[in-house]
């Protein structure tokens, strides 16, 4: 709202409150003002050469006008035939010379269809390794129509994010993110709520990370200890036999109680168990692996610019396109194993329908998480009107993958021998570290964890420090105690609970509950009040999704 108060030219920083009009938001208008030269008049090779006496008179009434908008009163801002269109704009010179802006034009922008794919990159994270956990919490059938019924809430939500700033009047918020939105209607404490929010989802994300990291890195370690010593674990895991194999490593699950796990066996032809216990008690999964990525990671989080790993976002994709493949061969190689059983468990198999679908709730609201960057994401879209038709094609893209992974890993599962409720949080835990397409897939995803966990680190940290300090880098001290809390809670939860599916349900439905329910509804319904445009089905329906939201928060505690 202070805004309102701000001129949008200023005689006396001209270039620091240019209110931009069309395409032109690309432009860094801190350091650029409008002006307009004919073409023969712009300098080249000629450094003699100066701004016309014509282009000269349009810039001082660019400066007239900057005298008239002291006031939000929109009648007095310049009128379009002052303001120059966004390929006719120059840097002026205080020489007198004026040199064009180059990349205003929209070349500089994405095409669609890059523009959809960039939004199922960003969406496609860790959650895609719990949906089929998810969907046996839930049931098959109850499973596959909530992860449809999400991520339609999840679009609704997002397109209200998506145009939420376009429905302010009177303020210029062409580089607006939807927490300045909140802090529109809310004041402070909409801003800092969404900034709390934000960083659950952020650090979260972060935890999951670093249980995920502990995880693949210790099977990679497990992997090539055992090529390397001739080491054969078959017999220390319990599940099926045959070339793809699928364990089942918490047995205790099966109601039917009939198997027991073997026990530890070393066929290395002669090599003591002494070699494999000393091995153990260095290359655990929660007692030490956790503490030697600390080793690696905490030094990269301290680097004051993280545009190095920015570097390496394509890993993401490659390593999304591998899991589909994986799952593919998978279910192709097991078949499917499917029985229909409505609200009755049997020795092998899971009811369609559960009570414990709340938690296949919470997983989804992160999984279809992108509300808090999705208005960035679309300023470089090409053609905005396509912004609505775009961003439902990516939300599809997401589901259609969503369901792909978990309806194969759940059909393909092989019950019987293994009973259906064994499916892991994630799902590569069902596959022995002896796999060696599994094992592809860790090293991948160990890869790309890697190089992303300093980039989330980076944003925490330029959230939370431009807060607090209005500085991204206040001091090394200042940044070592944030990341060395950020570092803590993730070692902690990777030692005492590794549980990825409950780790992502709790944060997803917390930082839902403020960024994808509660503040768009708000939104939209103070807006079209704002415009008497509010009626009581509308009302109703997104008092509903608060109501929704709060629900589904509440539901992951009694689990």
């Not at 995920?212 to 017999?235: C, E, K, P, R």
């Not at 439905?509 to 008497?532: D, E, K, N, Q, Y």
Request: with cysteine; aromatic share 16%; net charge neutral.
């Amino acid at each position: 709202m202070e805004d309102d108060c701000r001129p949008l030219l200023s005689s006396e920083q001209p270039g620091e409150s240019y209110s931009h009009r069309g395409s032109t938001d690309s432009l860094d208008f801190k350091t650029k003002r409008p002006f307009y030269v004919e073409p023969r008049n712009i300098v080249a090779d000629d450094p003699q050469e100066r701004v016309s006496a014509e282009a000269a008179i349009l810039n001082s009434r660019v400066h007239y006008y900057s005298r008239l908008t002291g006031s939000s009163d929109r009648l007095l801002s310049p009128p379009n035939h002052v303001i120059p269109r966004p390929e006719e704009i120059y840097i002026y010179s205080p020489l007198g010379t004026a040199f064009k802006v180059t990349g205003s034009d929209s070349s500089s922008k994405n095409p669609s269809i890059i523009t959809i794919f960039a939004i199922w990159n960003t969406m496609m994270g860790t959650s895609i390794l719990s949906i089929p956990w998810g969907i046996k919490q839930a049931g098959f059938t109850l499973g596959i129509l909530i992860l449809i019924f999400t991520g339609l809430l999840m679009l609704y939500c997002c397109y209200i994010v998506l145009k939420s700033p376009k429905a302010i009047p009177y303020v210029d918020t062409s580089d607006w993110e939807f927490p300045d939105v909140c802090r529109y209607y809310f004041g402070k404490f909409g801003q800092w709520s969404s900034l709390l929010f934000s960083m659950v989802s952020l650090i979260g994300a972060m935890v999951v990370y670093w249980v995920l990291m502990s995880n693949f890195l210790y099977n990679t370690g497990q992997f090539i200890y055992n090529y390397a010593h001739n080491v054969n674990m078959s017999d220390s895991e319990f599940g099926t036999n045959g070339s793809d194999k699928v364990i089942c490593p918490y047995p205790n699950t099966d109601p039917g109680g009939n198997y027991t796990i073997s026990t530890l066996y070393f066929g290395n032809n002669g090599n003591d168990t002494s070699d494999g216990s000393s091995f153990e008690h260095w290359w655990s999964k929660t007692k030490t692996i956790p503490f030697y990525l600390v080793i690696l990671l905490l030094p990269l989080l301290c680097f004051r610019s993280a545009s190095f790993f920015a570097r390496f976002t394509f890993l993401g994709t490659i390593s999304v396109v591998y899991l589909i493949a994986l799952v593919t061969v998978k279910a192709v190689r097991l078949g499917f194993h499917l029985e229909f059983h409505w609200f009755d468990t049997t020795q092998f198999y899971v009811p369609e329908l559960r009570l414990l679908f709340p938690q296949l709730t919470g997983v989804l609201t992160l999984a279809f998480f992108i509300h808090n960057c999705i208005i960035t994401l679309m300023k470089s879209n090409r053609h905005q009107e396509n912004n609505v038709r775009d961003l439902s094609v990516a939300y599809l893209l997401v589901g259609l993958t969503y369901l792909y992974v978990g309806v194969l890993i759940f059909a393909a599962f092989p019950s019987p021998p293994l009973f259906k409720d064994c499916i892991e949080p994630n799902f590569l835990d069902n596959f022995p570290s002896s796999d060696v397409m599994v094992f592809v897939a860790r090293t991948f995803l160990l890869f790309q964890m890697i190089t992303v966990y300093p980039l989330l680190g980076y944003l925490v940290r330029v959230q939370v420090m431009g807060q607090i300090f209005s500085n991204h880098y206040p001091s090394f001290f200042h940044v070592l105690v944030l990341n060395v809390l950020i570092v803590g809670a993730g070692v902690l939860m990777a030692m005492f609970y590794p549980n990825i599916g409950s780790i992502i349900r709790f944060s997803g439905a917390t930082c839902g509950l403020a960024l994808v329910f509660v503040f768009p509804a708000l939104v939209h319904m103070i807006s079209l009040r704002r415009l008497g445009m509010l009626r009581w089905p509308s009302a109703l329906f997104h008092s509903f999704l608060i109501l929704l939201g709060v629900a589904n928060l509440l539901a992951q505690f009694f689990m």
